[in-house]
């Protein structure tokens, strides 16, 4: 017997997508077809910038600010400084931290002080983290 892979039930999808980062499930899964380009914006994300270029950074925040209802799915975010200078005064100037009501796990590698001034205020409105 035969199985086509979109025929899959949800649970299995996600269960599989928590390995995987979220720009990765939306590349290659946000124009599949109808039903997973409405699942994929309902599930749990886990959101690693660490290893991101420039350029993906940036599109993957067009995404989410296309998408603001993203904020809500995402519940791990990793951002770095290292890769990518300014990533995390970047993202923290275009998405508050507070947007992230489901924010469970916040890692930011190479804190700058500048970097530090944006989050003190973010941090005690994140009741999950």
Not at 16 to 40: E, G, H, M
Not at 49 to 65: A, D, G, P, R, Y
Not at 113 to 126: H, I, R, T
Request: proline share 6%; with cysteine; charged share 25%.
């Amino acid at each position: 017997m035969k199985m086509k892979f979109e025929f899959l039930p949800n649970e299995m999808f996600i269960e599989c997508f928590q390995y995987l980062n979220a720009p990765d499930v939306f590349y290659s899964f946000d124009r599949l077809n109808y039903r997973f380009y409405t699942f994929i914006r309902t599930i749990p994300l886990w959101l690693n910038f660490e290893e991101f270029k420039k350029l993906k950074f940036n599109q993957f925040c067009q995404m989410i600010l296309l998408n603001p209802e993203l904020k809500h799915q995402i519940i791990s975010l990793k951002l770095s400084n290292k890769g990518t200078r300014g990533q995390i005064k970047e993202f923290l100037s275009l998405f508050p931290l507070n947007e992230f009501i489901n924010l469970r796990s916040l890692s930011l590698t190479d804190l700058k002080e500048e970097n530090d001034e944006q989050l003190k205020p973010m941090l005690p409105l994140l009741p999950n983290l």
